[in-house]
């Protein structure tokens, strides 16, 4: 589940529904679309994280992917809040350098928004580190 290649397409599907969105104003119009893409987002995100430590030789790499589920989950999401919140400073100064000189709409749309889209980036990852462990579980079976 988490090679290469499903990591790359995710990606590529999910940079190619934002770039549509952006381009046909789909955020706009259907703000709906903002909760699935941070569902995919923190999902990808979860997915790459793994996926690094499990392929590259770090120093606590078995006994971290061995370790209890909830200091697992704990690393993982940490790692995905991270990536999240760096996301929302873009959008951010996006709007303070772009939107508000009246380029393109506006991404950020308060502080409900933002909590959100943070809500929806560790759901994602959550649903992905559950999908994980059942699938490792299944395969030491």
């Not at 397409?9 to 893409?37: C, E, F, G, K």
């Not at 590259?56 to 995905?80: D, G, W, Y």
């Not at 990536?83 to 350098?97: K, N, R």
Request: net charge neutral; proline share 1%; charged share 10%.
């Amino acid at each position: 589940m988490t090679s290469f290649k499903t990591i790359a397409s995710l990606l590529l599907i999910i940079l190619l529904v934002h770039i549509l969105a952006l381009i046909n104003y789909w955020y706009w119009t259907y703000q709906w679309l903002d909760i699935p893409m941070h569902f995919l987002g923190g999902f990808w995100a979860a997915m790459a994280i793994i996926f690094l430590i499990s392929n590259f030789q770090f120093p606590i790499q078995k006994e971290f992917l061995n370790q209890n589920f909830l200091r697992f989950t704990i690393v993982i999401l940490s790692f995905v809040i991270f990536i999240g919140v760096f996301l929302e400073f873009v959008e951010f100064l996006y709007d303070i350098f772009i939107s508000s000189r009246g380029y393109s709409g506006f991404l950020q749309l308060g502080a409900a928004d933002t909590i959100a889209d943070l809500f929806f980036d560790l759901l994602g990852a959550f649903v992905f580190i559950f999908i994980y462990r059942i699938q490792e579980r299944f395969k030491k079976v």
